[in-house]
Structure formats: structure tokens, C-alpha cells
Nanobody
Framework: QLQLVESGGGLVQPGGSLRLSCAAS????????IGWFRQAPGKEREGVSC???????RYADSVKGRFTISRDNAKNTMYLQMDSLKPEDTAVYYC????????????WGQGTQVTVSS
């Protein structure tokens, strides 16, 4: 059974940092692109970042320069380092397996809450 499990969310002050993790089980991440998405209350889910199986990365303009996506295939885990967090980054963050970035999602994680507030 394909499964993705996120961790690392929490409450942080503006300007702070968090690192989200996404661990895969039941399949290897090597051949997948992995995306991070987020959904704030009352808003649609949006793409935040994606890393391809070859290591190419892309970011939404709203997080470019502040977020860094990476993967550790040996640990079957990918990460989202979030720095200089803003209140508007508050959302539930989901990781997802895709055959290619911008492609359809084949598996979603359960989500982890990130709250940026003083």
C-alpha cells in the first residue's frame, strides 16, 4: 500500500523556520516527482514546490527564496525547509507523489498543520 506521512508542522513566529518531512512507505520515491501543496482555510489547495526524480526543483513565486525542497532517496524521504515564514504561509501542508511535476497526483499524505503567528 502506497503511503506518504508528513511530519514537522507546528506553531512558529513570523520570521521563523520549520522543516517538513514526507516519508514514503510501500513504494520507492526514486522514480517519482514529489510535490508539496498547501491549503489555507477558505482557500483552494495550491502547489508550493516540486522536485523531480532527477532533482530539478520548482517553487511557487510566493515561496521562492524562502523555501527549499530536497529529497533523500536512501531514506525514502523528502523535505521542505521553510525559512522566513510569514502569517500567510499558515495552512495544512500536504506532500504528494506525482509521475512528473505538474502531473496528476498518485498518492497524497494526510497533511500537517503549519501556523505562523506571534
Amino acid at each position: 500500500q502506497l503511503q506518504l506521512v508528513e511530519s514537522g508542522g507546528g506553531l512558529v513566529q513570523p520570521g521563523g523556520s520549520l522543516r517538513l518531512s514526507c516519508a514514503a512507505s510501500g513504494f520507492t520515491l526514486d522514480y517519482y516527482s514529489i510535490g508539496w501543496f498547501r491549503q489555507a482555510p477558505g482557500k483552494e489547495r495550491e502547489g508550493v514546490s516540486c522536485i523531480s526524480s532527477g532533482g530539478s526543483t520548482r517553487y511557487a513565486d510566493s515561496v521562492k527564496g524562502r523555501f527549499t525542497i530536497s529529497r533523500d532517496n536512501a531514506k525514502n524521504t523528502m523535505y521542505l525547509q521553510m525559512d522566513s515564514l510569514k502569517p500567510e504561509d499558515t495552512a495544512v501542508y500536504y506532500c504528494a507523489a506525482q509521475y512528473y511535476c505538474s502531473g496528476p497526483v498518485t498518492s497524497w499524505g494526510q497533511g500537517t498543520q503549519v501556523t505562523v503567528s506571534s
